[in-house]
């Protein structure tokens, strides 16, 4: 992997999210695009109290930090802006489920944590956690999927790279909403088929995503022709598989 940016490699973490945090404890002025990169993880991170599973070595793991050097003023832009990036070198059927997943039909390639830090009004720099199952593992789940199931044949170092240089090209992304709001729009999970999702006062719905709001809530058009919009963790999809 060529060196243009800071990465520091780990054979195992806890998370990679978490050292990056720790780096920038310790040194509060760390340098754009600084990279954490790690084989296997004992206590990977998902969005809320979802722990991602890996088998060593079979996942491309790295969490990234990113200073913007533009104002963003809405943290779901951050999310549009990632998925933007990845859909830029993964394969065309890979699809981005609101808000964090990356989806391959009802099969779960990947993930996705971003944590942002404000000053005033502004997002300042953001925390970009990703991992992405890139050999099939024994021990993966029923709903997970790999590029190599994909017939990728690439290595987890390339895919890592890969993004990392996407990344890299694409900071001046963030300053065009309106580019990454349809650029988003195409590539949004769940758009072409009626899924089951449960509220959080357990009612369900069958209904298909017809979009996310400004303040990036997910909107769900139902079979009655309604349509509901919804905060994080307020709706659940309903993953036939479990």
Not at 47 to 63: H, I, M, T, Y
Not at 85 to 91: D, F, G, K, N, S
Not at 199 to 220: H, I, M, P, T, W
């Amino acid at each position: 992997m060529s060196q243009k940016y800071p990465i520091i490699r780990h054979e195992q973490l806890d998370s990679t999210q978490l050292e990056l945090h720790r780096l920038l404890e310790g040194n509060p002025r760390l340098e754009h695009m600084t990279t954490v990169i790690a084989d296997t993880q004992t206590s990977g991170r998902g969005r809320g109290v979802s722990v991602w599973q890996d088998e060593n070595g079979k996942s491309a793991l790295f969490s990234t930090f990113i200073m913007w050097p533009y104002p963003v003023r809405e943290s779901f832009l951050v999310n549009k802006w990632i998925c933007h990036v990845l859909a830029t070198t993964m394969p065309k059927l890979v699809e981005y489920k609101w808000p964090n997943d990356l989806m391959v039909g009802n099969k779960k390639l990947g993930g996705i944590l971003i944590e942002n830090r404000w000053e005033g009004s502004r997002i300042v720099s953001s925390m970009i956690g990703l991992g992405i199952n890139v050999e099939k593992s024994e021990h993966q789940l029923k709903r997970a999927i790999s590029l190599q199931e994909l017939k990728v044949d690439i290595t987890k170092e390339e895919v890592i790279e890969q993004i990392l240089n996407a990344m890299r090209s694409a900071v001046h992304w963030i300053t065009n909403p309106v580019l990454l709001d349809r650029r988003y729009d195409t590539i949004l999970w769940g758009r072409d088929t009626y899924q089951h999702y449960r509220k959080s006062n357990g009612e369900v719905l069958e209904a298909f995503v017809y979009g996310v709001d400004a303040q990036g809530r997910l909107r769900l058009k139902t079979k009655k022709g309604q349509t509901e919009v919804f905060d994080l963790d307020s709706i659940q999809w309903i993953d036939p598989k479990v």
